[in-house]
């Protein structure tokens, strides 16, 4: 299993600009979400998705969109890219249910708004 | 809404040595899960090690134990035996029990120094 992937893992934007940070999973879980990591922080909640075609806000969802169209992928858009965005991106999938309620995550994207 | 609290920034210890790192917590839940992982350079988030709040006992993974402390809700985390490896950031994390997605709220971090 490769786990939890993401791509890219680095890249810069302009201002202004959009793009779609990728995440896919090959555990079959049902749970999936992206996180962002600025410098002396932890991680906080951007959106979740409960299982394919279900999404939901998480702790700052403005200015990024979600979709879950199948369970293994759960991309990240961002709409027109500020350097407020700058910051470290994580997806994490987990199961529903069980004793563990493990979250996995992936490498990380380091994403850089001038 | 929860929050984590995890009032060490860094903290650095000798190698062969112990380190406990705290975390405080603020809920109103009374069934909940408490994580803590561990963040190397390589920016990859390990899960070290879990508690769950109805158990009484504290949990402990090889040379990483807790002090879970519920009525104070407070949960620390002890490394024993402190190694090179250890060198990381460290994050307290806490879910609700049945949160839909798993969501995880996390604390500040602390960024533990191991030195030979």
């Known amino acids: 299993n490769a786990g939890v992937t993401q791509t890219p893992k680095f890249q810069v934007l302009k201002t202004g600009q959009s793009m779609t940070l990728q995440c896919a999973q090959d555990m079959n879980h049902e749970y999936m979400s992206w996180y962002r990591q600025d410098p002396g922080m932890g991680l906080r909640l951007i959106h979740y998705?409960?299982?394919?075609?279900?999404?939901d806000q998480g702790e700052v969802p403005n200015g990024y969109n979600v979709s879950r169209s199948t369970t293994e992928d759960f991309p990240l858009r961002l709409l027109s890219a500020a350097p407020s965005q700058t910051s470290v991106y994580f997806c994490?999938?987990?199961?529903?249910?069980?004793?563990?309620?493990?979250?996995?995550f992936g490498p990380g994207t380091r994403l850089t708004v001038t | 809404a929860q929050t984590v609290t995890q009032s060490q920034p860094e903290m650095s210890v000798q190698e062969a040595e112990a380190v406990t790192l705290s975390c405080t917590y603020d809920t109103s839940e009374n069934n909940y899960y408490l994580f803590w992982y561990k963040q190397p350079p390589s920016r990859q988030m390990i899960l070290v090690i879990r508690?769950?709040?109805?158990?009484?006992q504290n949990a402990t993974e090889n040379r990483f134990s807790v002090n879970f402390q519920k009525a104070a809700k407070s949960f620390s985390l002890k490394i024993s035996d402190s190694q090179l490896g250890d060198t990381a950031m460290y994050f307290c994390a806490f879910m609700k029990h049945g949160a839909a997605g798993n969501k995880l709220t996390f604390g500040g971090g602390t960024r533990v120094l191991v030195k030979p």
């Open positions: 998705s409960v299982g394919a075609g279900i999404t």
């Open positions: 994490a999938s987990s199961m529903t249910s069980g004793s563990t309620y493990e979250q996995y």
């Open positions: 508690q769950e709040a109805y158990k009484q």
